[in-house]
């Protein structure tokens, strides 16, 4: 806090009926000193005294005042703008950049929500031949874009009016406040630490391979590879096993698990975590656990709903997982769905500019930017292409397709890019990026980098704009953003912020070595691998340098070798959300190089999960703080994410079996969804 200007008297303004007369600051000044002087000693005095109190009385509510903007970080009502309602940001408020070296609190991979104090503080930019998939037939179908009565479908966990999302999540939230305190109250000390032997006793995974006709289930592991995986492979198995059991208990059918309150929370009312973990189950050979699922899905899940949804999460994680089962099942039911759900979100398409607004109601079919602005976040509008895509090419409709190329056709012209990154932020009326100068590889740009590539690779390789466009960006982020730690010589991708260097990194930046060796595995060129074992040791430092073994939300990073730690978690970033990137990355890299270092590393990670993120009775929860393994600090959320895509990634990661979703054959979306590559076009 800055001290308040010296002042050699208290300035005072008195009602005056002749104060307009005033013309100016300083008689106003003597007006009021010269009412000061008339009052008598007591009347003095009694201002004083209140003046003394109100003091007090602000100095006493200060730190509640601030706890209020630190819980946004630190409580969970934080974690869900952390991921998703970036974007929503509430009237008044400005979404701002945070200072390099504060303690800012509320930080969502690098930025916090601040009262605007400044225009100027608005938020700028800182998120070979391939083999012919064999593909289940697909059934065309007549396309028919159904549109629900407004208001016509009531759920009890979604809001009936759509008026605000984000209001009805809250709702619920409160609602179930005061029972998930009772239950919290209940757990007398709960230190994370937990390893349960579970017996497995599931079936080993179909072993059924009809190539030709439907994707291969996968191999009865126990009868193809060596004990030391098999017992990897069983207690990737085991963790699925112990977290569903809390979802199906707890939480069946809604959208998020809430493990320590034994309880759920929604998001958009659609049964996430079921159907992110849908192939989870299928890839893991937990064959009861995906009928149930399956039945779900048949009979209970509707997108004929009054919700609003956002674009992004809704494609990544439902459509993708939609489309991702039907592939490896053949069963048209999940195909329907996908349909079904992609049409409903079309209407986000329909902007001045074309480029999709960041929130559909999937009932109504109308579709809105958040209410505080026009601009979408440009990783949520580049990163729908994979899903959209393949949707046409199952379907023979090519409205999704043309939509979603169309929103890369225009990124691909826009000016205003740095050596190939591009800012955080893209107006849906000018289709121009907007709050131009901060350049990330983390929150609000990390999958338009990641898509660029994937798209290359799922369209056989033959869309030039799109390699050109990441062979550029990986340039830029070498010359702007790869730096070095003084004290190791760990690599890392910082930030940049109107040319000032940022040695920060959030743990979504772990995509990165993953998504370079996939593409040198490609053909890209050999550098991009190397940078891709630098980066995957520092991701894993970043785990590992952690008194849990599990990675901060963000790191900081010493740049000085007289610094002594190389990596950093400031107090604010110290939470783990169950996150992939890190070991999305470890199987990329085990596939590309048969290292077995990263399966040891890997191995690490899901020791660290099991040990401070496990909760007793059933699912694994994000953490405070990794920083303190007497008390990691439960939030009480199993993200989707974690079913969806980390615990795939470990169990791919310990598998021999390479043709398990062999990655000539298939390109995984961003919330690790397997997705067929398509054959090359003939020469
Ligand atoms: C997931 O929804 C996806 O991986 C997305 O690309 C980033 N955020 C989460 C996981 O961290």
Same mark, same amino acid.
């Given at each position: 806090?800055?001290?308040?200007?010296?002042?050699?008297?208290?300035?005072?303004?008195?009602?005056?009926?002749?104060?307009?007369?005033?013309?100016?600051? %300083?008689?106003?000044?003597?007006?009021?000193?010269?009412?000061? %002087?008339?009052?008598?000693?007591?009347?003095?005095?009694?201002?004083?005294?209140?003046?003394?109190?109100?003091?007090?009385?602000?100095?006493?509510?200060?730190?509640?005042?601030?706890?209020?903007?630190?819980?946004?970080?630190?409580?969970?009502?934080?974690?869900?703008?952390?991921?998703?309602?970036?974007?929503? $940001?509430?009237?008044?408020?400005?979404? $701002?950049?945070?200072?390099?070296?504060?303690?800012?609190?509320? !930080?969502?991979?690098?930025?916090?929500?601040?009262?605007?104090?400044?225009?100027?503080?608005?938020?700028?930019?800182?998120?070979?031949?391939?083999?012919?998939?064999?593909?289940?037939?697909?059934?065309?179908?007549?396309?028919?874009?159904?549109?629900?009565?407004?208001?016509?479908?009531?759920? *009890?966990?979604?809001?009936?009016?759509?008026?605000?999302?984000?209001?009805?999540?809250?709702?619920?939230?409160?609602?179930?406040?005061?029972?998930?305190?009772?239950? +919290?109250? +209940?757990?007398?000390?709960?230190?994370?630490?937990?390893?349960?032997?579970?017996?497995?006793?599931?079936?080993?995974?179909?072993?059924?391979?009809?190539?030709?006709?439907?994707?291969?289930?996968?191999?009865?592991?126990?009868?193809?590879?060596?004990?030391?995986?098999?017992?990897?492979?069983?207690? $990737?198995?085991?963790?699925?096993?112990?977290?569903?059991?809390?979802?199906?208990?707890?939480?069946?059918?809604?959208?998020?698990?809430?493990?320590? !309150?034994?309880?759920?929370?929604?998001?958009?009312?659609?049964?996430?975590?079921?159907?992110?973990?849908?192939?989870?189950?299928?890839?893991?050979?937990?064959?009861?656990?995906?009928?149930?699922?399956? !039945?779900?899905?048949?009979?209970?899940?509707?997108?004929?709903?009054?919700?609003?949804?956002?674009?992004?999460?809704?494609?990544?994680?439902?459509?993708?997982?939609? @489309?991702?089962?039907?592939?490896?099942?053949?069963? /048209?039911?999940?195909?329907?769905?996908?349909?079904?759900?992609?049409?409903?979100?079309?209407?986000?398409?329909?902007?001045? !500019?074309?480029?999709?607004?960041?929130?559909?109601?999937? *009932? +109504?079919?109308?579709?809105?930017?958040?209410?505080?602005?026009?601009?979408?976040?440009?990783?949520?509008?580049?990163?729908? /292409?994979?899903?959209?895509?393949?949707?046409?090419?199952?379907?023979?409709?090519?409205?999704?397709?043309? #939509?979603?190329?169309?929103?890369?056709?225009?990124?691909?012209?826009?000016?205003?890019?740095?050596?190939?990154?591009?800012?955080?932020?893209?107006?849906?009326?000018?289709?121009?990026?907007?709050?131009? =100068?901060?350049?990330?590889?983390?929150?609000?740009?990390?999958?338009?980098?990641?898509?660029?590539?994937?798209?290359?690779?799922?369209?056989?390789?033959?869309?030039?704009?799109?390699?050109?466009?990441?062979?550029?960006?990986?340039?830029?982020?070498?010359?702007?953003?790869?730096?070095?730690?003084?004290?190791?010589? @760990?690599?890392? $991708?910082?930030?940049?912020?109107?040319?000032?260097?940022?040695?920060?990194?959030?743990?979504?930046?772990?995509?990165?070595?993953?998504?370079?060796?996939?593409?040198?595995?490609?053909?890209?060129?050999?550098?991009?691998?190397?940078?891709?074992?630098?980066?995957?040791?520092?991701?894993?430092?970043?785990? %590992?340098?952690?008194?849990? =073994?599990?990675?901060?939300?963000?790191?900081?990073?010493?740049?000085? #070798?007289?610094?002594? /730690?190389?990596?950093? #978690?400031?107090?604010?970033?110290?939470?783990?959300?169950?996150?992939?990137?890190?070991?999305?990355?470890?199987?990329?890299?085990?596939?590309?190089?048969?290292?077995?270092?990263?399966?040891?590393?890997?191995?690490?990670?899901?020791?660290?999960?099991? %040990?401070?993120?496990?909760?007793?009775? *059933?699912?694994?929860?994000?953490?405070?703080?990794?920083?303190?393994?007497?008390?990691?600090?439960?939030?009480?959320?199993?993200?989707?994410?974690?079913?969806?895509?980390?615990?795939?990634?470990?169990?791919?990661?310990?598998?021999?079996?390479?043709?398990?979703?062999?990655?000539?054959?298939?390109?995984?979306?961003?919330?690790?969804?397997?997705?067929?590559?398509?054959?090359?076009?003939?020469?």
């Amino acid at each position: 806090m800055y001290p308040p200007p010296r002042k050699d008297f208290i300035a005072l303004t008195l009602s005056d009926p002749h104060s307009h007369s005033y013309n100016n600051g %300083k008689h106003r000044r003597q007006s009021c000193w010269r009412k000061w %002087k008339q009052l008598s000693r007591l009347q003095r005095s009694l201002i004083l005294f209140l003046l003394a109190l109100l003091l007090i009385l602000v100095l006493v509510s200060y730190p509640s005042i601030t706890e209020h903007w630190r819980g946004l970080s630190e409580k969970e009502d934080w974690l869900e703008l952390k991921d998703r309602d970036l974007h929503m $940001v509430p009237p008044g408020l400005n979404p $701002v950049l945070r200072l390099p070296e504060g303690n800012a609190p509320a !930080s969502v991979a690098g930025l916090h929500m601040e009262p605007a104090e400044d225009p100027q503080d608005l938020m700028e930019p800182r998120g070979p031949h391939i083999p012919v998939l064999a593909r289940p037939p697909t059934k065309r179908k007549p396309f028919s874009n159904k549109r629900p009565p407004p208001g016509s479908q009531k759920d *009890g966990n979604v809001s009936d009016t759509v008026s605000d999302p984000k209001q009805n999540h809250e709702v619920v939230r409160e609602e179930a406040g005061e029972e998930e305190e009772e239950e +919290k109250k +209940k757990i007398v000390s709960w230190r994370g630490a937990m390893i349960e032997a579970e017996l497995a006793t599931e079936p080993p995974p179909s072993a059924n391979e009809k190539e030709a006709v439907e994707p291969r289930a996968p191999a009865d592991p126990a009868a193809t590879v060596p004990q030391q995986a098999t017992d990897q492979l069983e207690a $990737v198995r085991d963790a699925f096993k112990h977290a569903w059991k809390a979802y199906k208990e707890y939480a069946w059918g809604h959208d998020e698990l809430k493990p320590i !309150s034994k309880s759920f929370s929604e998001w958009f009312g659609l049964g996430l975590t079921m159907i992110d973990s849908l192939d989870t189950m299928w890839i893991l050979g937990l064959k009861e656990e995906f009928a149930e699922a399956r !039945s779900w899905v048949e009979k209970e899940l509707s997108f004929d709903k009054n919700v609003d949804v956002n674009l992004f999460e809704t494609t990544i994680r439902i459509l993708g997982g939609l @489309l991702s089962c039907y592939h490896l099942t053949g069963d /048209q039911l999940f195909l329907d769905k996908a349909q079904d759900l992609g049409s409903r979100l079309m209407p986000a398409f329909k902007t001045p !500019s074309k480029i999709p607004f960041s929130d559909v109601n999937i *009932g +109504k079919g109308t579709a809105h930017p958040p209410r505080w602005t026009s601009d979408s976040t440009l990783a949520e509008v580049t990163s729908i /292409q994979l899903e959209f895509r393949e949707l046409s090419h199952l379907t023979q409709d090519p409205q999704y397709q043309d #939509a979603a190329n169309e929103v890369m056709r225009l990124v691909h012209k826009l000016p205003g890019k740095h050596d190939g990154l591009v800012p955080m932020f893209i107006n849906t009326n000018s289709g121009q990026f907007s709050h131009k =100068g901060v350049f990330t590889l983390g929150a609000r740009a990390d999958s338009y980098y990641e898509y660029l590539l994937k798209q290359w690779i799922q369209g056989g390789k033959t869309e030039d704009n799109l390699l050109e466009d990441y062979l550029q960006a990986i340039e830029g982020v070498k010359k702007h953003l790869v730096r070095q730690t003084g004290p190791g010589r @760990l690599t890392f $991708v910082g930030e940049l912020s109107h040319n000032r260097f940022n040695p920060k990194m959030d743990h979504l930046v772990c995509f990165l070595p993953g998504t370079l060796a996939l593409g040198a595995h490609n053909g890209l060129p050999g550098d991009h691998m190397d940078l891709a074992v630098q980066l995957m040791e520092t991701c894993y430092q970043m785990y %590992k340098r952690m008194e849990t =073994g599990l990675s901060p939300e963000i790191a900081h990073f010493s740049m000085q #070798a007289s610094e002594g /730690q190389d990596v950093i #978690a400031k107090p604010a970033d110290r939470h783990n959300l169950l996150r992939p990137e890190t070991v999305e990355s470890l199987f990329y890299m085990h596939r590309f190089t048969k290292d077995s270092k990263y399966r040891d590393w890997g191995w690490d990670i899901l020791q660290s999960f099991n %040990k401070y993120t496990k909760v007793p009775g *059933g699912g694994y929860t994000s953490i405070n703080n990794v920083g303190d393994p007497a008390n990691p600090g439960p939030r009480d959320k199993m993200e989707s994410f974690f079913l969806g895509e980390t615990l795939k990634y470990l169990y791919l990661l310990f598998s021999d079996d390479m043709e398990l979703l062999s990655l000539d054959k298939y390109i995984f979306n961003t919330e690790a969804h397997p997705l067929p590559i398509w054959p090359s076009p003939p020469k």
